[in-house]
C-alpha cells in the first residue's frame, strides 16, 4: 500500500553538482508529474509524463530533465544546481489525466548552498 | 489569465467553532476542482473532486460545495487533528487539446484545543 514514493527525502547540494531525484508509484498509473512548491506560491508544474518513454514540459522546465523509462518510475535530474532550485519537490501520479485527482509523494526537500 | 485563490491565508479557530474557506477560481471551462490537505512536512493528500455547480460532497467534518465562480470548504465543529493547510486546484483545458492543473497557494489552519 505504498503509493508514491520519493527518494531521497532530503538532500544539500552545493551549486553547480547534479543530482536525480527518483519517484515510484504501485498503482499502475500512466500519469506522472513532477511540481515543485515555494512559500507563498501554489504547487507548479516541472514536467509529466503520460506513459512509459513520454514527458513533456510543464511550466517551470527550465534547468531540469526526466526521463520514464519504466512506467512506475519517473526520474526527475537537475544537471547543474542553482540556488533558485531551492525548493520542496513533489511527485504525483494519476490516473487518467488527473480527472480523478492526484496521488502525491511525501516529498524532497533540497537545498542549494 | 487562468487564476485560483484562496482566502484566507490563515485561519486560526477554536476547537468546535465552525467556518468556511473560499477558493475562487478564474477558468476557460472547468472540468473539475479539487481540494487536498497538506500536514506540514507531507505531500498532498486528496479530500475531493467537485465537476458541475451546485455539487457538494461530505467527509466526516468537511463538506466542499461548488458554484460558478467560487468553492467552500466548510468544517463543521473542528477537531485539533483537522490543523492543516487546504489546497484547492482546479482542471482546465489548454489551448493545445490537453488539461491543466491550477493550484492555489493555500490556507492555514490551526485549530486549538
Known amino acids: 500500500n505504498a503509493g508514491v514514493t520519493q527518494t531521497p527525502k532530503f538532500r544539500v547540494l552545493k551549486t553547480g553538482q547534479s543530482m536525480t531525484l527518483l519517484c515510484a508509484q504501485d498503482m499502475n498509473h500512466e500519469y506522472m508529474y513532477w511540481y515543485r512548491q515555494d512559500p507563498g506560491m501554489g504547487l507548479r508544474l516541472i514536467h509529466y509524463?503520460?506513459?512509459?518513454?513520454?514527458?513533456a514540459k510543464g511550466e517551470v522546465p527550465d534547468g531540469y530533465n526526466v526521463s520514464r523509462l519504466k512506467k512506475q518510475n519517473f526520474l526527475l535530474g537537475l544537471e547543474s544546481a542553482a540556488p533558485s532550485q531551492t525548493s520542496v519537490y513533489f511527485c504525483?501520479?494519476?490516473?487518467?489525466?488527473?480527472?480523478?485527482?492526484?496521488?502525491f509523494g511525501s516529498g524532497t526537500r533540497l537545498t542549494v548552498v | 489569465e487562468d487564476q485560483v485563490t484562496q482566502s484566507p491565508e490563515a485561519l486560526r479557530l477554536q476547537e468546535g467553532e465552525s467556518s468556511s474557506l473560499n477558493c475562487s477560481y478564474t477558468?476557460?471551462?472547468?472540468?473539475?476542482l479539487f481540494w487536498y490537505r497538506q500536514d506540514p512536512g507531507k505531500g498532498p493528500e486528496f479530500l475531493f473532486t467537485?465537476?458541475?455547480a451546485g455539487e457538494e460532497k461530505e467527509k466526516e467534518r468537511l463538506k466542499a460545495t461548488l458554484t460558478k465562480k467560487e468553492s467552500f470548504l466548510h468544517i463543521t465543529a473542528p477537531k485539533p487533528e483537522d490543523s492543516a493547510t487546504y489546497l484547492c486546484?482546479?482542471?482546465?483545458?489548454?489551448?493545445?487539446?490537453?488539461?491543466?492543473?491550477?493550484f492555489g497557494t493555500g490556507t492555514r489552519l490551526k485549530v486549538l484545543a
Open positions: 477558468v476557460s471551462g472547468l472540468r473539475g
Open positions: 509524463s503520460v506513459g512509459e518513454g513520454t514527458t
Open positions: 486546484a482546479v482542471q482546465a483545458p489548454t489551448t493545445s487539446g490537453t488539461y491543466k492543473y491550477i
Open positions: 467537485l465537476y458541475s
Open positions: 504525483a501520479s494519476s490516473y487518467l489525466d488527473g480527472f480523478y485527482g492526484y496521488t
